[in-house]
């Protein structure tokens, strides 16, 4: 593969293609830049479609998403081809970068990912990106010591890499090799398997440990307090399998061990009996059960600091013989959670309301003769409960009901029923554990009566909308308008609102599901969904007329109906639903796959990591390397008196003063256009068009001479040389335009502006870029207008953001006629903000022309 | 959406694939819409379930080891005449599709697909299963 891809970088296929020994220079950098423009969206768009199958409404397989992968990688390196025949080879440096990405890909495919990272991470500095190196339970655990609602004792992982290194250091690789072979054969019979187990295990339990291992651990229980000074503390060390806690629960399978003392030799003695575990009779038996053609599985251990812990034990967010009663349950005991996911003492159990103010339906306290206690040197042991504790539950009613917010809230963080385990420390501070999916057992037969059940139910919508995020979710209606409405967002309140936004990341995690009234499954939003896993239907037509807030609805976003109030049956049908389609490896493998594939990290060209080195994904590759083209051509354009002599570049002729240069790439301008003076009318470009309309509005173009004070003029001379950073300074504004696209460098005065968007029929194409920078005047006025535009930007439902006089935007996803409505809307903001700053003396101003700009009195300029 | 109860007798679905993804998200599918799923990774094994039990639709992947979806199409029809085959598959060539509809075969879906598709597609197999039902002896 590598060297197809050496093949695809020096492309002499593609030089000779553009080698038109006719075309005139400039033509000739058309038409590579063209080219650029071409592969780059064809990549997006299979960015885009690997994406969308996310949303769990389609079927795929394995062989698509390796042949997605290979095509998305070729139709990359031929960008890069492109970009370098432009730029005459100026960004080879791309090659590594896109190089050590695509290796990247492949050990993601080849799921030899867990192999190459750090020995040890500390658990709140795992990101998505580590989850592969600390398996599933941390992967959790991770999740959680991010969130501030919720308490997880401190620790660090020994990640996957660990080992493998492991494995590595004490020869057994060729044994482990043949071992997942068998395994994943299901053919072999176990006592054939049990030889090569056993040896496994004995080899892991007596290993060596790799080197930097137990420096590693030295210096990072260090960092944990446990330097000598401190009060010598103690870890508990957790298995996290790869799989473990994602899809299936492995409860019991592998080995923990509590109470370490916090000493690098002692944690690695407890950690090699962990990581043998793996090779456990038990685990084996379980993982040939659930995976029996899959022989792959690596483990990482949790160290996290032990918890002296006064009563313990585990919430189930359903309850199991009644999942949709809206109740959990909570079990605890007295010292610590063994003595009750052992089930080796008596426990009090608690039914708690779902609801607020949570409180108990019901409670059984037994009679808690013995608790599990931290031993004084290591370990754990049995101890009596003072007879005054005994006959009391283990929680006080403010602890359940904390407990109970709690355990709620992780519920529609992850959006299925959960299995928690939780402590509470001697000063009564809550921990959580451990959460995973719980898992229920299937009510045979009920399912098949399903339809006919939900028949009882009114249906407020069916058939109507797409699927952007599969899953099924209910609550209360909370209606979004503007972006204050997500300040009480509650948790699990069902979002409904006219139009998707990215915005509302900020509440996904508290709610059950989304529906937009418009929106597409392609949007920022709805990758957003996907990511979170919140479900999520979009374009669904009118429901907001038909529903009231704070009613209950139930959104089913499998089979695209809403229902009015709580539908139990198919809530039923999720908690016992067994597989859980997020966490299947089709899906976790193009989930990682888009993680290396689809973010984007290089948003402004303006900042210092805009680099090749700085590009961390695909889509960041291919955004820089739009941007250098249009550099280049921009390059191009300040050639002014070549380009007009082949009338390459055309003057446009408008009723407004504003000096801009066409340089059509195709089908922009009509063909009957004169060469030079282009009449707006002769504008064929839709987005150009769109955005051009916009400056032509009445009144927008404002023709008030500014009164620049002395201060302002000398600030603007001061500031000049500077504002002529972004390097595209050209004298003049440059229109870059085909049929669909445009780019368009504005340099009224003193401020850059740019507008790059994209205006098809095809919606997931549509992108528009914004970007303002710099003015006349001083610092704090050029700020304000700053702070107008993104204010208006923002209003509009830009992406936006700012930094001083620095503005960037940026939106997409729309279909054509909002695009080209938006773009009207750019068209006017460039108008009617062009001298503004100049009139911006006092903070109260900038709301007064957000406001003016808002309901469209553009006259207040010349007020 | 398709209603596999109601006043219908209850529908046997099969499913043939040989990646497992398949069969499983399809089973979830449709088995909570009501009707009885059934899948397979190993086509020997569908067709061993197809004799023991017919079923009304039989949805099969084209390209598999040992026996290819043609091969379960014929099988199928053999077994039950009156059971609707649906192929879907990620390579379609015009010569294999000419073979499958002489066959006999309901629907060619592409892989990926929008469950949507299937689900439509399963409707109209549907339609005709309680159509020939209807008119057994119009012919």
């Given at each position: 593969m590598l060297n197809r891809l050496k093949e695809l970088l020096n492309l002499p296929w593609l030089q000779s293609a553009a080698d038109?020994?006719?075309?005139s220079p400039a033509e000739l950098i058309f038409k590579r830049f063209r080219r650029v423009l071409q592969v780059n969206n064809r990549a997006l768009t299979i960015i885009a479609d690997l994406g969308e199958k996310l949303s769990g409404d389609y079927i795929f397989d394995q062989q698509y998403i390796i042949r997605s992968t290979e095509t998305l990688t070729e139709t990359v390196a031929e960008s890069l081809a492109a970009l370098n025949i432009l730029t005459g080879n100026k960004y080879q440096e791309l090659d590594p970068v896109f190089q050590k990405l695509t290796s990247r890909l492949q050990a993601i495919i080849a799921r030899r990912e867990d192999r190459h990272g750090p020995q040890l991470i500390a658990l709140d500095k795992v990101t998505t990106i580590d989850w592969a190196i600390v398996g599933g339970k941390n992967a959790h655990l991770a999740e959680m010591a991010h969130d501030p609602q919720i308490l997880v004792a401190d620790g660090f992982v020994i990640t996957t890499c660990a080992y493998h290194e492991l494995i590595d250091a004490n020869n057994l690789r060729e044994d482990l090799d043949r071992f997942e072979l068998m395994m994943a054969d299901p053919t072999v019979a176990a006592a054939d398997l049990d030889a090569l187990r056993q040896r496994l295990e004995r080899g892991v339990l007596a290993a060596e440990p790799p080197p930097g291992l137990l420096d590693g651990l030295t210096a990072t229980i260090a960092e944990m307090g446990g330097d000598g000074d401190d009060e010598p503390f103690f870890l508990a060390v957790r298995s996290s399998a790869q799989e473990e806690d994602m899809d299936f629960s492995f409860a019991g399978q592998f080995h923990t061990e509590l109470n370490v003392a916090a000493v690098a030799d002692a944690v690695f003695d407890a950690y090699r009996k962990v990581a043998a575990s793996l090779f456990g009779a038990k685990a084996i038996r379980y993982r040939r059960q659930m995976f029996p053609e899959d022989g792959q599985m690596s483990i990482a251990a949790g160290c996290q600091r032990m918890i002296d812990s006064r009563a313990a034990g585990v919430v189930y967010t359903v309850e199991p013989d009644a999942p949709a009663s809206d109740h959990l349950v909570i079990v605890g005991a007295w010292g610590q959670g063994e003595a009750v996911v052992e089930g080796s003492t008596p426990t009090d159990t608690f039914i708690v309301a779902k609801q607020a103010p949570w409180e108990v339906v019901e409670q059984s306290v037994a009679d808690k003769a013995n608790g599990i206690y931290l031993a004084d040197s290591a370990g754990l042991v049995e101890k009596s409960v003072p007879s005054a504790l005994r006959?009391?539950?283990?929680?006080e009613q403010q602890q359940l009901q904390e407990l109970t917010r709690q355990a709620v809230h992780l519920e529609n963080y992850y959006k299925r029923p959960q299995d928690i385990e939780w402590a509470v420390a001697a000063d009564g501070t809550l921990f959580i554990l451990q959460c995973r999916s719980l898992l229920l057992s299937e009510p045979s037969g009920e399912q098949r009566g399903l339809p006919k059940l939900l028949d009882q139910y009114q249906v407020l919508?069916?058939?109507s909308g797409r699927v952007a995020q599969q899953g099924i979710g209910s609550g209360p209606v909370v209606v979004i308008n503007s972006p204050t409405d997500l300040e009480n967002f509650p948790d699990g309140g069902v979002l409904v609102s006219r139009r998707d936004s990215s915005r509302f990341i900020t509440v996904m995690h508290r709610a059950v599901a989304i529906v937009t009234e418009v929106g597409t499954p392609v949007s920022h939003m709805a990758t957003l969904c996907r990511e979170l896993r919140v479900p999520c239907l979009v374009g669904v037509d009118n429901i907001l007329s038909k529903l009231t807030p704070g009613e209950v609805i139930t959104v089913d976003a499998e089979d695209r109906r809403i229902y009015h109030g709580r539908v139990t049956e198919l809530l039923t049908y999720q908690a016992t639903n067994s597989m859980n389609l997020a966490v299947s490896y089709e899906f976790r493998l193009l989930r990682r796959l888009l993680q290396a594939?689809?973010?984007?990290?290089?948003?402004?060209?303006?900042?210092?990591?805009?680099t090749p080195a700085g590009c961390k994904t695909y889509h960041d590759i291919l955004r820089f390397s739009h941007e250098m083209a249009v550099a280049q051509l921009v390059d191009v354009g300040r050639d002014e008196k070549s380009l007009r002599k082949h009338h390459l570049a055309r003057h446009l002729d408008l009723p407004i003063p504003a000096g801009i240069m066409v340089i059509d790439l195709d089908d922009g301008i009509a063909p009957d256009a004169p060469v030079d003076q282009v009449p707006f009318t002769a504008i064929t470009s839709l987005p150009f068009r769109a955005i051009l309309q916009g400056m032509l509005f009445p009144e927008v173009w404002h023709r008030k001479t500014m009164p620049v004070g002395m201060k302002d003029l000398m600030s603007s001379m001061l500031n000049a040389p500077s504002d002529a950073?972004?390097?595209?300074?050209?004298g003049h504004n440059i229109a870059i335009i085909s049929k669909e696209y445009v780019n368009l460098c504005f340099r009224f005065g003193y401020h850059f502006n740019i507008i790059d968007a994209h205006c098809s029929e095809r919606e997931r194409d549509n992108h528009i870029y914004f970007r303002f920078l710099g003015g006349a005047t001083d610092m704090t006025k050029r700020s304000r207008r700053s702070r107008m535009i993104a204010a208006i930007l923002d209003a509009f439902e830009f992406n936006v953001s700012t930094r001083g006089d620095l503005v960037i935007a940026r939106a997409g996803n729309m279909v054509q006629s909002e695009m080209e409505r938006t773009l009207d809307i750019m068209g006017r903001l460039v108008g009617f903000t062009r001298q503004l700053d100049v009139c911006l003396d006092n903070d109260a101003i900038v709301d007064q022309y957000v406001e003016a700009f808002l309901s469209g009195d553009y006259g207040i300029v010349n007020l | 959406m398709t209603e596999a109860t109601g006043n219908d007798r209850i529908w046997r679905l099969l499913v043939v694939d040989d990646e497992a993804i398949v069969g499983k998200r399809l089973q979830q599918v449709f088995g909570k819409m009501g009707f009885v799923v059934e899948s397979h990774t190993s086509p020997a094994v569908a067709l061993e379930a197809m004799a023991a039990q017919p079923f009304d639709i039989v949805v099969t992947d084209?390209?598999?080891?040992?026996?290819d979806g043609i091969e379960v199409l014929s099988r199928a029809k053999t077994i039950n005449p009156a059971a609707q085959v649906i192929i879907i598959t990620g390579y379609a060539h015009s010569e294999t599709e000419n073979e499958a509809f002489a066959k006999g075969v309901f629907a060619f879906i592409a892989k990926p697909f929008r469950l949507d598709e299937l689900k439509q597609v399963i409707n109209r197999a549907l339609d005709e299963l309680r159509q020939q039902a209807v008119v057994p002896s119009a012919e």
């Open positions: 038109a020994s006719t075309c006959s009391k539950p283990c929680l919508s069916d058939d594939v689809s973010r984007l990290y290089l948003v402004d060209p303006l900042m210092q990591d805009f950073l972004s390097g595209q300074y050209s | 084209l390209k598999m080891e040992d026996i």
